[in-house]
């Protein structure tokens, strides 16, 4: 082929440039279009659009509340969205988590990264980072970009009190869901404008608390899910005059709604967030206590009979490896994508993931649960 004469690279370079700047403007047209209903609800607008389009929310917890709130800001038309959860899907997940489909709960597929795909095929548009792994203090000083919002889709208080204290710590505002039986809860938390959660809970357990698979109505949560993601639009939308402040509290089977610390600014005497807070509770905490004895630590999973074991140092699996050495050990072994790896080992199933965490199903035990861990990846903790 003969070389390209200096005048015509000129000329390919600008006939590339224009032919970018079309499709950018045909970009810009098409996401128009697709949220011309909400770009036409005038407190909103092109102006909150805008904003929306360069917003960045980290969803914790991709369960009932977090996928239908993820769901809502993708369609939105939000520009990024961190997704972080540590659990499989589950069968029992399809009734109330809107991403997810029966394909998903069979192959045990990741929550994050599962629903990412999901959010992929709704709008493209979005940039959706996944991480199939547990939301705590290490975890947020390994983000690329810092959010400017956090979403709970959380199901336990160790994990909404160690999204508390990274607000506090960060200044980065979230919003708090619930949702149990046929009643739910939600409140935006804006660090020294909002009543932090420990503010209106002070003798709520950090610890987690109790722990059972109760029942919940999936219109529960949508109630619940459907406040945090109008809220959610007004403070990514720079609309923060309309955010609601208080707590919001429904019980959607005896039809009560209520709003309930209504403009309750931040507790002087509050453990967490109060002027007199020490020191520790106003910075990123874990939600595990770590077990000392052993070079790994362990959290039961709600409802699921169910292990969690996770290494207490960073670490990388090499899944092919382990499949290889499981295989010839005689387990089943079924690779999900790379993303993950899932092994039965007698009545036990387990799903290992690439940072050398593990799900162990079928146990409550977590010395057994971390002998099984130790087997398939070789280690021999003490
Ligand atoms: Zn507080």
Same mark, same amino acid.
């Given at each position: ?22 499709q ?21 607008g ?24 993820a ?61 199939d ?54 409140m ?28 919940? $109505?999936?219109? =529960?949560?949508?109630? +619940?899910? %459907?406040?945090q *993601? ?6 990514l @939308? &720079? !609309?923060?005059?309309?955010?609601t ?35 520790a ?35 990388? $699996?090499?899944? =092919?490896?382990?499949? +290889?050495? %499981?295989?010839? *050990? ?6 999900? @994508? &790379? !993303? ?15 940072d ?27």
């Amino acid at each position: 082929m003969d070389p390209i004469h200096p005048d015509q690279r000129g000329l390919l370079l600008e006939l590339s440039e224009r032919a970018d700047e079309t499709q950018r403007a045909d970009e810009t047209q098409r996401a128009d279009e697709r949220h011309s209903r909400q770009i036409r609800f005038a407190p909103f607008g092109a102006e909150g659009q805008a904003r929306l389009a360069k917003a960045h929310a980290l969803v914790v917890g991709i369960g009932a509340l977090g996928s239908h709130v993820a769901q809502t800001l993708a369609r939105a038309g939000i520009g990024r969205l961190t997704l972080v959860d540590r659990d499989v899907v589950d069968l029992s997940n399809l009734q109330r988590q809107v991403l997810f489909e029966s394909a998903d709960a069979h192959a045990g597929l990741p929550k994050a990264s599962t629903a990412a795909c999901a959010i992929a095929r709704i709008d493209p548009g979005v940039e959706v980072v996944a991480l199939d792994t547990e939301f705590d203090a290490a975890l947020w000083h390994r983000l690329d970009r810092v959010p400017d919002l956090l979403i709970d889709g959380t199901d336990n208080f160790a994990s909404r009190f160690a999204i508390n204290a990274v607000s506090i710590a960060t200044g980065v505002p979230w919003i708090h869901g619930a949702a149990v039986g046929a009643e739910g809860r939600a409140m935006v938390i804006r660090p020294g404008i909002d009543a932090c959660l420990r503010c209106i809970l002070p003798d709520a357990p950090t610890d987690g608390g109790g722990c059972d698979a109760l029942g919940v $109505l999936a219109p =529960a949560v949508a109630h +619940v899910a %459907a406040f945090q *993601a109008t809220e959610a639009l007004k403070l990514l @939308g &720079g !609309r923060d005059a309309a955010v609601t402040r208080g707590l919001f509290v429904i019980d959607v089977w005896q039809g009560r709604f209520d709003l309930l610390f209504r403009e309750a600014p931040p507790r002087a005497d509050c453990e967490a967030c109060g002027s007199r807070a020490p020191l520790a509770a106003r910075t990123p905490a874990t939600t595990h206590q770590a077990n000392t004895a052993s070079s790994y630590r362990s959290a039961s999973l709600c409802g699921r009979n169910a292990i969690q074991v996770r290494p207490t140092s960073p670490r990388t $699996l090499d899944l =092919a490896a382990v499949a +290889v050495t %499981a295989r010839a *050990a005689g387990h089943l072994v079924d690779d999900l @994508g &790379g !993303r993950a790896l899932r092994v039965r080992v007698g009545e036990l199933r387990v799903t290992l993931f690439p940072d050398g965490r593990a799900l162990v199903f079928g146990t409550e035990q977590a010395d057994r649960a971390i002998a099984v861990h130790g087997t398939l990846v070789g280690d021999h903790p003490d």
